[in-house]
């Protein structure tokens, strides 16, 4: 079976007893994984419990889902970097299906990722539950920071438009390149900021507000994947169906996702 296609059907067939069969039936082998992210917190919790039941070992390169940067994930394999299993936005991920890069059989949803909003240890927490009670938050905020990701061409774009605030916090409202919103509200340089919540959670020293009300969300899905002439399909296949296991959604929600069922 030289088709990567039909090498990958045949292994789809092998006994879908129950993922934990499934994880200790695997050839030990080391996985290549390019992770984005939003659901980087998850999979460093999840990965090495894998690892360990498992017997297998993951050399993990993170990286963003698209850009130009030369860590995206696009940018990686374009370059012939190693890959069995790729995990990344669920639209960036079908652009490479598309491409015929990835194998569309293979994909796996794993998990919505929302925006949050943020303020630094000790300030007040605004009550953000509404459209109205968000739209008065961002009026009267001195300074408001977000992504320079898809959460935050959002709100740049559509989030003020959408509450009529556009001109009334644009001298004020700016996109943070490179590094967590989080830690731009932690050292006080900005009063609020808004990111995905996954990435909103684990910086110290800011304090998580709530998410922004379901009606203004922009949800962003993250479903993973194996890569054409990945070399280790079987054992990759384990641990994407692991990732997406009901057993492991307790520890996905912990790190600020939600589970793709949810409503």
Avoid at 178 to 192: C, F, H, L, Q
Avoid at 221 to 248: C, M, N
């Amino acid at each position: 079976m030289r088709n990567p296609l039909l090498k990958f059907c045949a292994t789809a067939l092998v006994a879908t007893a129950a993922v934990a069969a499934n994880v200790h039936n695997v050839q030990a082998a080391e996985l290549h994984v390019m992770s984005s992210g939003g659901f980087t917190a998850a999979y460093k919790v999840l990965g090495p419990r894998f690892a360990s039941t498992s017997g297998n070992t993951l050399a993990t390169a993170l990286g963003p889902s698209m850009g130009k940067s030369p860590e995206a994930i696009p940018n990686r394999l374009a370059r012939g970097e190693p890959a069995d299993a790729v995990i990344m936005v669920g639209y960036a991920l079908d652009d490479l299906i598309k491409q015929g890069k990835v194998i569309p059989e293979s994909r796996v949803e794993l998990a919505d990722s929302r925006i949050g909003m943020v303020v630094r240890d000790g300030a007040a927490k605004p009550d953000i539950s509404t459209a109205e009670g968000l739209k008065q938050v961002l009026l009267h905020a001195k300074s408001i920071a977000y992504s320079d990701s898809a959460s935050g061409v959002y709100v740049e774009r559509e989030l003020f438009r959408k509450l009529g605030i556009e001109e009334q916090v644009k001298s004020k409202a700016k996109m943070i390149p490179r590094i967590p919103v989080a830690s731009v509200v932690a050292n006080g340089d900005y009063e609020i900021g808004f990111q995905q919540v996954s990435e909103l959670l684990p910086v110290k020293g800011a304090t998580f507000v709530g998410k922004i009300p379901e009606s203004l969300q922009s949800v962003t899905r993250f479903a993973a994947g194996i890569p054409v002439g990945a070399q280790h399909p079987r054992e990759a296949k384990a641990l994407l169906d692991y990732l997406a296991s009901p057993d492991v959604q307790a520890d996905v929600k912990a790190t600020g996702l939600d589970s793709v069922s949810a409503h």
